[in-house]
């Protein structure tokens, strides 16, 4: 019995080709994900990470009396202090490149295990030094080259770069210094404060319990070690848990193609099935047969898949080698098997149904002509997805309103989902209700046979655009959302600044703004004309209230109108009057118009005043808005930027030419720096469910092949009467573009919808108050046209191939 | 011969495989098919009716020799010149599946004249519909036709577009008797009316007895003719030839 099931799928292979590319793809990303995330944990708690050193001492004065002081303790071998200093790499666009943190970017080289020579030599002089090899290749400067320092005080110099190196870390939160140089510069530049102190030794449990007794923290290597591999770990965890999520996306999508090939098969050989049951197999013999033909197939799949994903993670590793770090590439065995696991569960859960209804054909049907499968019902789908639709559309409708507690948004989204689901099990229904109108509207008679061919079988249909429809929908309401929160984000920024405002902002958001440019900024404009917005944390209350730690942003009162042009919701803005609170901070603790606020500012005396208005969402203010003067001397907070209304941007630039950690924006500058984080998160996330549109478009090819297969003597008989081969292959790709584009409308419709929700529990929007990302979606149909086109490639030559008499030669 | 050749052959011969496997279907076949007459073919199973049909009818490409359709000469054209000419001067109506499963009966009938961007005559398509008698029937797809009406159907189609000469290669083989006989007369009335030229192969005498002309091939060659013939000296020339057949 088996034999026989195996022997047919052997003299079938092109059948099966399609459904194992489906398996070979999602456990090719499976396995990959998990090679990825294994390599880099070991990468990082592998021997590349530092064993030299014994115990780290950190305290708040770590002084060369300090070292000193620690090498003469018992069992120490060496003392050596670690510096840090503010210096960054000033990259070819002349701006300091994004990867670096300016204040921890210099320290002094030394022959620890810190650093690891990938070419060239230590610096020597102060006219050397060597770069970390990641920001090096980032600023295009190699050895032999001059590169440009940025100074804490503003200043830069140029020096020549003798040495790359990648660094090793010894502590979890270490950031990765750009610059290396030689002792003597780096005592002058970076002063003498040690950031830690690096003991070697032999006790090491012993030097730490003696270091206790002297005020400092110690931690010894091994804790640091465990520490680190601690760190690895979850942080690996994280990122395996995000990818997995992308990967059963394209293990659903490929369940359908799967589930559908098999449907097809099962269908195409069910005389062949009913002869089994007519010369005596059993019906359980019959299902156990075709599940095992799954299992094999699965087997086959998960082998090069896994393979496929050993390569996939090899290459990521490689690609993301951006820390300078040597990569450790780590294949589990458990890897591996999970890959097979999957493999066989999922194409072997896929077939399942098509194994029942293939065992329940009666053995007459060996007899009959035109043996075939009864119809598969859809009445049960139908009630199923009417019924999954109403509840979650209900759910979503419950939870329309704003504001949204936390209960709400998770019932809102879930709603949004089951309707999802309601729609992939009306998807047959909605193929044969979209499709038959179509049929009616197409002119030529193969569009027409096209149109017919693709509702001919809804639920094959159905069954391939689902497939395609899962990644196009997610797709789509990420990119709706991510559209939506760009559109709230760029009104803000239009309601607060006016079009003439220019900000001076440092290059990255986690930069400091120096002192020194605030204050030629402001030299250079006019009085009035300048806004520094500042923003810090405070403890604020309110009589009988305790409203914790907030947000403070204080800025000039007479910036307010001109250079910054925020909305107000309630009240005026009036600084000099009392303080402006957030629509959210009003709705949560009940602030009105005249509430009496106190800001208790550490080491300062409280100021209380009236708030005198209430702002909707800005840029610009956080929390407390106060007027900058009653600050307390001394109190400095975090600069958002300079805001010039009325300033010249290239001539701000020309004035500031000389400092690579800041930037001169227009408004539209501000805006697109702010949102293009978001669009690089949603082309990220668009890449991984790639992977679910290419299964999706290989099950596309495979159902148009087998429905080629089936149907040999009809295009035999459309051929006779007179069609030439141009027109069979243009009515194979039309069928391919109807199926396509069935699954891209659905696909993008249930996303703009999806993503309606999602914005709304995200943003707190109202749902329809959405933007929908039009250039995607005309992108994404256009797309799926060019698939229908791509797919019917190969289905449709094999078609246009039909030999005309053997295939109406009566069989 | 008084009237013109819808359909003709000559010295056509038709080799398939090689060596060991070598048979010769046709073996120099020379033949003409009169414009407004009904012709049939028979001969024993593996007798090269097909073959002759198929290769005349310019569905397959005969190994030598030439033949014709009106004065177009086959072996010269491309495939897509013969599939247009299939589609504008030929009509076929086979054994079964005839008809495309997802077209209704009407749209199976206009079926060539839509692959040329076409419409039908109006009362060209309406004497043919009433020929065929399924006019309460035609929106109704194959899988709602019995075998005899989808054959009158494709009979139909084949009568649509006004061909040079239909070819029906055993078009009764799976109808009982009663659809046997109307499809063979509706047949024999677009000949008489329709002024249509029909090729017939068939194994069944009554069936022939239709025809104005009956030739007979064994062997790849054409053995035999009867005009006007009657089912018993059909019978009596088959009995004929298959004792030939078996003493050779
Ligand atoms: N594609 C082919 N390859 C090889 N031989 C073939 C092929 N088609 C037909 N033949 C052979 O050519 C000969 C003539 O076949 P053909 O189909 O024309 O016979 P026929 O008279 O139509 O028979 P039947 O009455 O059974 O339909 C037979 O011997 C057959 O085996
Ligand atoms: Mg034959």
Redesign the interface.
């Known amino acids: 019995m088996l034999r026989a099931v195996l022997r047919d799928m052997r003299a079938h292979p092109g059948r099966m080709a399609m459904t194992l590319v489906a398996i070979v793809l999602g456990v090719g990303f499976v396995v990959a994900t998990w090679v990825v995330s294994d390599s880099a944990a070991e990468t990082v708690s592998s021997g590349s990470s530092r064993s030299d050193v014994a115990v780290q001492v950190t305290g708040e004065e770590l002084t060369p009396e300090t070292v000193s002081e620690l090498r003469a303790l018992p069992g120490v071998t060496k003392a050596q202090g670690v510096a840090f200093g503010y210096s960054a790499l000033v990259g070819k666009d002349g701006k300091i490149s994004g990867y670096s943190f300016p204040d921890m970017g210099g320290t002094a080289w030394d022959s620890s295990e810190r650093f690891s020579l990938v070419s060239g030599r230590a610096p020597a002089t102060d006219k050397e030094v060597a770069l970390e090899e990641a920001s090096a290749s980032d600023a295009g400067v190699g050895v032999g080259e001059s590169a440009r320092l940025l100074n804490g005080d503003g200043s830069s110099r140029d020096a020549t770069v003798v040495g790359i190196y990648t660094y090793r870390r010894l502590s979890v939160d270490e950031s990765t210094p750009v610059a290396a140089f030689d002792p003597a510069t780096a005592k002058q530049t970076l002063g003498e404060k040690y950031s830690w102190i690096e003991l070697t030794g032999t006790d090491a449990t012993a030097i730490a319990k003696a270091i206790a007794g002297l005020g400092l923290d110690a931690k010894t290597g091994v804790e640091l070690k465990a520490d680190r591999e601690r760190a690895a770990t979850s942080e690996a965890e994280f990122a395996r848990n995000f990818l997995l999520a992308f990967a059963g996306v394209a293990l659903l999508a490929g369940m359908f193609v799967i589930a559908n090939t098999f449907t097809m098969l099962v269908a195409q050989r069910s005389r062949h099935f009913a002869l089994l049951r007519a010369v005596g197999a059993r019906r359980g013999q019959v299902r156990r047969a075709i599940i095992a033909e799954a299992a094999v197939l699965g087997l086959i799949g998960s082998t090069i898949g896994a393979a496929l994903g050993v390569g996939l993670g090899w290459l990521a590793m490689t690609l993301i080698r951006t820390t300078g770090e040597t990569i450790v590439f780590a294949v589990s065995p458990l890897a591996i098997l999970i890959g097979y696991l999957v493999g066989v569960v999922v194409t072997v859960v896929a077939a399942y149904g098509s194994a029942r209804r293939g065992s329940a054909i009666a053995p007459v049907a060996a007899l009959r002509a035109d043996a075939s499968l009864p119809r598969r019902s859809i009445v049960l789908r139908t009630v199923a997805g009417a019924i999954f639709i109403t509840g979650g559309v209900a759910a979503v409708i419950a939870t329309s309103g704003t504001p949204l507690s936390k209960m709400e948004r998770a019932v809102g989204m879930g709603g949004a989902l089951i309707a999802w689901l309601g729609v992939l099990f009306l998807a047959p229904l909605l193929a044969s209700a979209f499709l038959k109108p179509l049929s009616k509207v197409a002119r030529s008679a193969t569009s027409r046979l096209a149109v017919r061919n693709a509702i001919r079988d809804p639920l094959r249909t159905a069954a391939t655009a689902s497939a395609l429809m899962i990644g196009l929908a997610l797709v789509t309401s990420f990119a709706t959302v991510s559209s939506s929160v760009e559109e709230v984000m760029t009104k803000t920024v239009k309601n607060d600044l006016p079009a003439q405002t220019l900000a001076v902002q440092p290059v990255q958001a986690w930069f400091d703004l120096p002192e020194a440019v605030i204050e030629r900024v402001k030299g250079m404009s006019p009085k009035d004309s300048v806004a520094t917005p500042v923003q810090g944390g405070v403890r604020v209350t309110l009589p009988g209230h305790e409203l914790r730690g907030q947000t403070w942003t204080a800025v000039e009162p007479a910036a307010i109108g001109t250079v910054l042009t925020p909305p107000i919701k309630e009240g005026r803005w009036d600084l000099k009057g009392g303080f402006a609170v957030s629509t959210e901070l009003a709705d949560e603790f009940g602030l009105k118009v005249g509430t009496q606020l106190t800001l208790h500012f550490e080491e300062a005396a409280p100021i209380t005043a009236p708030v005198t208005g209430i702002y909707p969402d800005s840029y610009v203010m956080r929390g407390v808005v106060l007027n900058k003067e009653l600050l307390p001397a001394g109190l400095k907070g975090y600069p958002l930027g300079v805001f010039v209304k009325g300033g010249d941007q290239s001539k701000l630039t020309a004035a500031l030419a000389d400092r690579p950690d800041v930037v001169v924006r227009d408004r539209d500058g501000l805006i697109a720096a702010q949102t293009e984080p978001i669009r690089l998160a949603l082309g990220i996330i668009s890449a991984l469910l790639g992977a679910a549109v290419v299964i999706a478009v290989f099950g596309v090819v495979n159902t148009l092949a087998l429905s080629v297969l089936e149907r040999t003597r009809e295009i035999g008989v459309f051929r006779a009467v007179g069609a030439t081969r141009k027109l069979v292959r243009s009515s194979v790709r039309w069928e391919s573009i109807v199926i396509a584009s069935y699954g891209g409308v659905l696909g993008i419709g249930v996303g703009v919808l999806l993503g309606a929700v999602m914005q709304h529990v995200i943003l707190t929007q109202p749902i329809f108050s959405l933007t929908v990302p039009w250039l995607l979606v005309g992108g994404a149909l256009a797309g799926m046209v060019v698939v229908g086109v791509v797919a019917a490639l190969w289905p449709a030559r094999r078609a246009a191939r039909t030999d005309v008499l053997a295939a109406i030669a009566t069989a | 011969m008084t009237r013109g050749a819808a359909a003709r052959a000559v010295e056509l011969t038709k080799i398939y495989g090689q060596g060991e496997a070598r048979v010769t279907a046709l073996a120099g076949v020379t033949v003409s098919f009169h414009a407004g007459e009904l012709t049939a073919i028979m001969g024993p199973s593996g007798s090269g009716k097909s073959t002759l049909m ?1 290769c005349v009818a310019g ?2 490409t005969a190994s030598s020799g030439k033949s014709w359709i009106g004065d177009t000469e086959l072996s010269a054209l491309s ?2 010149a013969l ?2 000419l ?3 001067r030929v009509g ?1 109506v ?10 209704t009966a009407i ?1 199976n009938i206009v ?2 004249l ?4 076409r419409k039908p005559d109006p009362a060209h398509a309406d004497a043919i519909i009433d020929a065929i008698g399924l006019r309460d029937r035609l929106h109704h797809r194959p899988g709602q036709l019995s075998g005899g009406q989808q054959q009158r159907v494709a009979c139909a ?1 084949a009568l649509i577009t006004k061909p040079d000469v239909i070819f029906a290669d ?1 078009p009764t ?2 109808l009982d008797s009663r659809s046997s006989a109307e499809l063979l007369s509706l047949l024999r009335r677009s000949v008489d009316e329709l002024r249509q030229t029909v090729v017939m192969v068939t194994h069944d005498p009554a069936a022939a007895a239709y025809a104005d002309r009956v030739l007979f091939l064994a062997d790849g060659q054409i053995v035999g003719e009867l005009l006007k013939p009657d089912a018993d000296s059909i019978l009596d020339r088959m009995r004929d030839l298959e004792h030939r057949a078996v003493t050779v």
């Open positions: 198929h569905l397959d495939d897509d599939t247009i299939r589609r504008d076929f086979f054994q079964a599946f005839n008809l495309l499963p997802t077209l749209e079926l060539p839509d692959l040329a961007g189609r055993e083989g799976a």
